[in-house]
């Protein structure tokens, strides 16, 4: 049993994995619910990171 997908895939697969993500409650409950301002924040810092990863350069 696991958590998240990433144990298979490290597991399996000799894959490392990384799981990131908002602030939530409940996950996959009947009241699940996440923090908005964290999306906002994990958001930002996915679109940075492949922002960078592909190269590109801020607008200046």
């Known amino acids: 049993m696991a958590t998240t997908d990433g144990r298979m895939f490290a597991l399996y697969g000799d ?3 990384l799981v990131y993500g908002h602030v ?5 409950g009947v ?7 964290s999306v906002k924040a994990t958001t ?3 679109a940075l990171f492949i922002a960078e990863w592909c190269g590109l350069n801020p607008i200046e």
Do not use: C, F, S, V
């Open 24 to 28: 939530a409650e409940n996950i996959h």
């Open 44 to 46: 930002l810092a996915m």
């Open 15 to 17: 894959m490392p994995t």
């Open 31 to 37: 009241n699940e619910r996440a923090d908005l301002a």
